[in-house]
């Protein structure tokens, strides 16, 4: 079975991505001019007459067919500008590369707390199946999945921030600047996101796990008179590593979008807002900036698991 | 200003302050002192930093930091009075002479002399990018008549220009600054003479401004700067102050005063602002062409209910366009609409119109919205009036009322009112006016009566002109006005000074920082 090389599995990848964002931005495009609503009416001002209305669009290019603008969109970008808000004249490069570190460091952190957790509980629901501890893990599980993040949030900021002052309510530090002051902030709306991921982890493991664990060669590396902790960790484990990567990588991409709630309870200043910030005003550059980073991310957290996948487990064609 | 020039001025209105909550005691604590950085919650991010090009109301709180303006306006009654410049007269009625403060620069060092207002008038009303040319659409030329002295030649009478030059026209930008920027407008880099010099603003995220060390009015300001984290989230923004994060929040709505108030660290201050809500009604088609249809339903409304059970009592019932404390208010035309669902049922009869017709009427979605749409139906309802609310976005909605379409008999909705009260009656009550739906013709008296309120100069004239204005206007019921919004600002403890205003837009001018 000869194995092509990861350099031409890329490349090919990346040819694959570019109609996906082709479609993603078209689509998206096209929704923000169907719903009503028109950025020139907020550029007109509070009390605009008709006439001025029509003279701002034809000042912005707003009068232009839709495909025309959508063509002119994506002729900046071809050549490596997203384009100025249209409303404020800031680069959209500028807003994304100041929004996105904030909106990351909430997922890894969320990513990590998810995994750090869910992993020992779908462990140890899967050692004795149907036994108190996986009913318990099952039900906290369960609570993890039905428990809304907006709500648990909420809470958050109720007990740790109002009531325990032990950490930020609102707002965003930047990493580079300040690491631990970064953290503090990001940690209430990442714990608000991992409590999904924790019950996933644990689920998704457990049911992995519990499929390794009854098939033929375990068996008999209990008939070799293996522990139970040994054939876990040395052979359990190892197996279901595909499966982990795969929740992963679904996990990086729902977090993702659950970042759009979250960082409107706690005014983080991220990718999630600006888009909210761009649909709500009509300002489709934003939204059209924001969409087009968020398909490369989930494009490239899809390829990079699939590598990982193969490396981990060769019999995966790429 | 000094703090007793300040204090005469407000003894010369304490009638009006008498409605102003802690409008007194704001500022009889304490001596100001220099220092410290006042953070604050803003709710929207700014269409633009540039007042020519910008266009939301909300955009001021940030405007006002960094831009002076020719003209200022008394806290409790928005009374024009001087500022930039420092005296104005009509000498006659088609010449405005404004003299101008000697000795102030723009934040660049650039000179803010004759010169400077004429190139940023001439840029208002002329520009193709300027939001404002329709304010000064009086003016026919700007003249430097002095160093220090600009005359505007009228082609109509208009005595509004005072209280429009203490808003976005009157705003003044260097214009040295204008000159070099791109596009000529200053959106991003804004460099005015105000309190504050702009030093950042990241998009969605925060505005910093830093202390003028050279500005005009001595004593001030008194903080180092302004942080503003641009928060949407009301709640999320009223958390950040309770928790110590922020030091003011403004603009929250009255349903948030319960909850803040629970946070022992924060104190809350309230007072009247011109923002009213008010049913805008088509009278170019039925059933609200019919003037007994549209006085009935001003009689069925509960205003003082309506205020209590909507706006937790955060506000003023509206029986015209201005609240009590304004300057031009009239306490005749209040007294026209007294709650009398008898009155209007007869109304109703007369006008021949069938108890129970629906009557569909526009709203907004927002869960405020809704509750106010759900108390309406209930107090028209015992009228025998069968109102239909049909909801959409604020922008989907208006543009359905307003537009092209004219969807709806009328919309709940709201005015923000202006600084001069003629542009809120001109940009309503005329023939083709966007905020008159059905561009109805309106009496010739009213057309004629707010020409009139431009007229003169003299206050109390301006003050009857006004009078028959809002007569005519109710008395032929063209809205339907509910409620004034209070102005709800919270802040922490060692804020002090801060003052609501009746326009409802936040100056931080004598705010100060204890501790």
């Known amino acids: ?318 | 200003m000094t703090m007793t020039t300040r204090r005469e001025a407000m003894a010369l209105l304490s009638g009006a302050l008498a409605s102003t909550t802690l409008g007194g005691r704001a500022f009889a604590q304490g001596t100001p002192k220099k220092g410290g950085t006042l953070r604050i919650s803003a709710p929207a991010n700014p269409s633009s930093l540039d007042p020519a090009t910008g266009g939301a109301g909300s955009d001021h709180a940030f405007l006002f930091t960094m831009y002076d303006t020719l003209v200022e306006w008394e806290f409790e009654t928005l009374k024009p009075k001087p500022a930039l410049a420092e005296s104005w007269k009509f000498t006659d009625p088609n010449t405005l002479v404004l003299n101008i403060r000697a000795g102030v620069t723009f934040h660049d060092g650039t000179p803010l002399d004759a010169e400077a207002v004429k190139f940023n008038l001439d840029r208002n009303r002329g520009d193709a990018k300027s939001n404002i040319k329709a304010d000064l659409l009086s003016v026919a030329s700007v003249e430097v008549t002095g160093p220090q002295q600009v005359t505007l030649k009228l082609k109509t009478p208009d005595t509004a220009l005072p209280g429009i030059l203490s808003d976005r026209a009157g705003m003044m930008v260097s214009p040295t600054a204008l000159k070099v920027a791109e596009g000529g407008v200053v959106t991003r880099k804004p460099v005015g003479a105000g309190a504050y010099a702009f030093v950042s603003w990241a998009d969605g995220e925060k505005i910093v401004v830093k202390r003028n060390e050279k500005y005009w009015k001595p004593d001030r300001p008194c903080p180092d700067g302004i942080e503003f984290s641009i928060i949407p989230e009301l709640t999320t923004g009223a958390r950040s102050v309770t928790a110590g994060q922020n030091d003011l929040i403004y603009q929250l709505p009255p349903r948030q005063k319960a909850i803040i108030e629970r946070a022992s660290s924060v104190k809350v201050v309230h007072g009247p602002t011109l923002y009213v809500f008010q049913i805008f009604l088509n009278w170019a088609k039925p059933p609200f062409d019919n003037i007994k249809v549209r006085q009935a339903l001003n009689f069925a409304i509960d205003r003082e209910s309506f205020a209590k059970a909507a706006l937790a009592g955060l506000a003023e019932p509206a029986y015209m366009n201005l609240p009590k404390s304004h300057w031009a208010y009239d306490a005749e035309v209040a007294k026209l609409y007294p709650y009398d669902p008898d009155k209007a049922r007869k109304l109703l009869a007369e006008a021949g119109f069938k108890e129970g017709t629906p009557i569909e009427i526009g709203g907004y979605t927002d869960q405020d919205s809704v509750q106010r749409e759900e108390i309406l139906i209930e107090q028209l309802r015992k009228a025998g009036i069968n109102v239909r609310f049909v909801n959409g976005t604020v922008a989907e909605a208006s543009a359905a009322f307003f537009g092209a379409e004219k969807k709806g008999a009328g919309l709940l909705s709201a005015w923000t009112g202006r600084p001069d009260p003629s542009l809120t009656y001109s940009l309503m009550f005329t023939k083709d006016a966007y905020y008159n739906a059905g561009r109805a013709p309106v009496p010739p008296e009213l057309e004629a009566a707010i020409k009139d309120s431009r007229a003169s100069e003299d206050i109390e004239v301006r003050r009857k002109a006004f009078a028959t204005v809002q007569r005519l206007v109710m008395e032929n019921a063209f809205v339907v006005p509910l409620a004034f919004q209070f102005e709800l600002v919270a802040m922490n403890k060692k804020v002090q000074g801060y003052r609501p205003n009746l326009l409802g837009k936040p100056k931080y001018d004598d705010v100060w920082l204890e501790g």
């Open chain 1, 1 to 318: 079975m000869a194995r092509r090389s990861p350099v031409k599995v890329i490349g090919s990848r990346l040819v694959q991505a570019l109609p996906v964002i082709l479609l993603a931005t078209f689509m998206v495009f096209a929704l923000l001019k169907l719903v009503p609503g028109d950025i020139a009416v907020t550029l007109a001002g509070d009390n605009a007459t008709d006439a001025r209305i029509t003279e701002i669009r034809q000042i912005y290019g707003l009068d232009r067919s839709f495909l025309v603008q959508y063509g002119a969109w994506l002729g900046h970008v071809a050549q490596g500008d997203l384009s100025q808000s249209l409303l404020t004249g800031e680069k959209v490069a500028v807003s994304i590369g100041r929004a996105f570190p904030n909106t990351l460091l909430i997922v890894v952190i969320a990513l990590v707390l998810a995994l750090v957790t869910g992993i020992p509980m779908g462990v140890m629901a899967a050692i004795k199946p149907n036994g108190w501890v996986d009913k318990l893990i099952s039900m906290i599980a369960s609570l993890g999945v039905a428990v809304p993040g907006f709500w648990l949030a909420m809470i958050l900021v109720a007990e740790f921030s109002l009531k325990l002052n032990w950490l930020p309510a609102t707002g965003a530090k930047s990493f580079s600047v300040s690491p631990i002051d970064a953290i503090r902030h990001a940690l209430l709306p990442a714990i608000a996101i991992a409590a999904y991921g924790m019950a996933e982890v644990a689920r998704q493991l457990r049911g992995a796990l519990l499929e390794v664990l009854s098939s033929q060669y375990v068996r008999t590396l209990h008939a070799k008179g293996l522990s139970m902790s040994r054939i876990l960790w040395q052979h359990g484990l190892k197996n279901v590593g595909v499966n982990l990567l795969t929740i992963i990588s679904l996990l990086v991409n729902r977090m993702l979008a659950a970042t759009v709630v979250i960082e409107a309870v706690f005014a983080i200043p991220g990718l999630g807002s600006l888009i909210v910030r761009g649909a709500i005003q009509r300002d489709f550059p934003i939204v059209q900036g924001v969409v087009f980073t968020m398909v490369v991310v989930v494009i490239a957290v899809n390829l990079i698991t699939d590598l990982l996948c193969a490396a981990v487990d060769p019999r995966i064609e790429q």
